[in-house]
Every structure is written in C-alpha cells, then in structure tokens.
C-alpha cells in the first residue's frame, strides 16, 4: 500500500487520471479497496503492478477491465517517465490478452497527455476517434483520443459507445 499511495499520491502523476491525488495511506487502502480487490476475484483478469526488475519494488500498474470495453490503463511514478517501462509492461500485458482471446481492448487518453498515445502506438494501438467528456470527478472538458487493438479477425470493428455517448466527437488527422 505504501508504493501504491507514493504512485498515488503525486499530482502530476495524477493530472490526467480519473481521480484526485490522494492524501494519506488510509485513502489509498480505500481505493485499492474499492478499485481493485472485487477484480481478484474474478476467474479473468488483469491488474498488476510495474515493478523495478532489479528490487521488485512496485512503481506503476497496468490493468485491462473485463468492462465491455475492455479498457487498457497505467500509472507509472514520474521519476521513471521516459524510460520506456510503460511500454515494455503494456507489450507484455497485450501479449497475456491475446493469448487469453479476448476480442479487442480499448484505452484513451487526454488529448493533451500525448505520450499517453504514444505509449498506446507503441504497443500495437491504433487511433479510431476522439470525444468530448465533463470529466468526473474533475469537472471540466475534456478531448480524449480513443484507441483499440482488435485481436480477433475483425479488424472493421471499432468499439463506439463514447461515439454514441457524447454528441462531440471526431475524427482527427493525427
């Protein structure tokens, strides 16, 4: 819990996550709570935590909802952005999933957090639309850019329900 809160707790790391940072060890025993213990029950799924290889000391998560969407996500502490260990996880986590079969997964991305979508690219992602959202708990707008990685033979099918949700959305030219 303590490497969990330190990811947790820094507000840069958080600036484009669904959250606030948050406060104290307590805060972050409740979130893992809420977010995270339901998954490990399941007979299918992904959360895991990045860990440094040469002390196994847990600096980021990864995690693919078993949610319809099958949503792709990260954190990593900001002292070891830039370094490639994102994508290295993400490539590793893709990998179980298709060799698991499941269909497709999807992730997004703040429009103004590019790397994120780099990170996306560089595991096999590819760009299908961006929307427009009143982020919660945050409040305020927000552009994300939606990306998917089929897995099965269909490569035509893109995953529309934040399409179909918000009625701003688009196609960039990226």
């Known amino acids: 819990m303590e490497a969990l809160f330190l990811i947790l707790k820094d507000e840069e790391t958080n600036k484009f996550l669904p959250w606030y940072p948050l406060k104290s060890l307590e805060e972050t025993i409740k979130f893992y709570e809420e ?4 998954k490990y029950d399941c007979p299918q799924g992904y959360a895991y935590a990045i860990c440094l290889k040469e002390n196994n000391f847990p600096i980021g998560y990864i995690n693919v909802s078993m949610e319809e969407s099958h949503d792709f996500g990260y ?42 979508g780099n990170v996306m690219q560089k595991v096999g ?14 409040n305020f707008s927000v552009i994300f850019r939606m990306y998917q ?23 960039e030219k990226l």
């Open 35 to 38: 977010r995270y213990v339901s």
């Open 75 to 116: 954190g990593l502490r900001k002292e070891f952005w830039h370094k490639g260990i994102v994508t290295e996880a993400g490539k590793a986590v893709v990998a179980q999933v298709k060799k698991d079969r499941l269909p497709y997964i999807t992730a997004t991305h703040d429009r103004n957090n590019p790397r994120s």
């Open 125 to 138: 992602m590819t760009y299908c639309y961006s929307y427009e959202e009143q982020w919660q708990p945050k």
């Open 149 to 171: 990685l089929n897995f099965d033979d269909n490569n035509n099918f893109v995953y529309k329900k934040y399409w179909n949700r918000y009625n701003n959305h688009f196609v």
